[in-house]
């Protein structure tokens, strides 16, 4: 058990909604890291945050937000959601932004959009 | 920019053999590069990594990784393969920006054949 939790495990809705993943770091971590997992497109990074502030960007689609919060909680915020978006959603957190560190996932969050 | 790239999508070893998994790299500047597991349903463990010093790291259950900086490789390698190490591997190098992100390789499934 790597200390991260991801909720939901699974997620199952339609085009055009909207949802929100969760993701609890490991106790006293500081950065949380958004990566969506693909077939066609592996792993991909989406966003990270360190201590309440953004601070680092890939390839986050417009349609999808981030943020986290003073309990270090982080939620991913998808819209409008499209078939393309069907993939595993993995949090990862490490203790700091230091170069380096290791980070720990959790199991992450399987969406499928129909 | 700064990418790495497995050649190998497949590895097939018997068990007691050693293992290769290749990566490469191309980074400006000096390369932190990483290696993590996913084992089926699981989120991606933290194997090993190389920031600096020794070429060769050692790491958990048993791997290592050879840095090559004239061949730009960093493959990972173990002597004898287990039935249990058969999982997906994936290479990763550290963003040049500075922050701890990391952009993953397209990983390489690995079997260990009884």
């Known amino acids: 058990d790597s200390g991260v939790t991801q909720t939901p495990k699974h997620l199952i809705t339609a085009t055009g909604q909207r949802v929100t993943l969760r993701c609890s770091p490991r106790?006293?971590?500081?950065?949380v890291y958004w990566y969506q997992q693909s077939l066609d497109q592996g792993l991909q990074f989406l966003i990270q945050?360190?201590?309440?502030?953004?601070?680092a960007k890939g390839n986050i689609l417009e349609r999808f937000s981030a943020q986290q919060f003073p309990d270090l909680h982080s939620e991913l915020n998808l819209s409008s959601l499209e078939l393309g978006d069907s993939a595993l959603y993995f949090c990862a957190s490490s203790g700091t932004d230091r170069a380096g560190e290791k980070l720990f996932f959790g199991s992450g969050t399987q969406l499928s959009v129909l | 920019a700064q990418s790495v790239a497995q050649p190998e999508d497949q590895v097939n070893v018997a068990e007691g053999n050693p293992l290769t998994v290749k990566c490469t790299y191309s980074?400006?500047?000096?390369?932190?590069l990483f290696w993590y597991v996913q084992y089926p349903n699981r989120g991606l463990q933290f194997l090993l990594k190389?920031?600096?010093?020794?070429?060769l790291v050692k790491g958990s259950y048993g791997f290592e990784a050879e840095f090559n900086k004239s061949q730009t490789s960093f493959h990972l390698k173990k002597p004898s393969a287990l039935v249990s190490d058969s999982a997906l591997y994936f290479c990763?190098?550290?963003?040049?920006?500075?922050?701890?992100?990391?952009?993953f390789g397209t990983g390489t499934r690995l079997t260990v054949i009884p």
């Open positions: 990763a190098v550290r963003a040049l920006s500075g922050a701890n992100n990391l952009f």
């Open positions: 945050y360190y201590n309440g502030e953004e601070r």
């Open positions: 190389y920031i600096t010093g020794d070429n």
């Open positions: 106790s006293g971590d500081l950065s």
């Open positions: 980074v400006s500047g000096n390369p932190y």
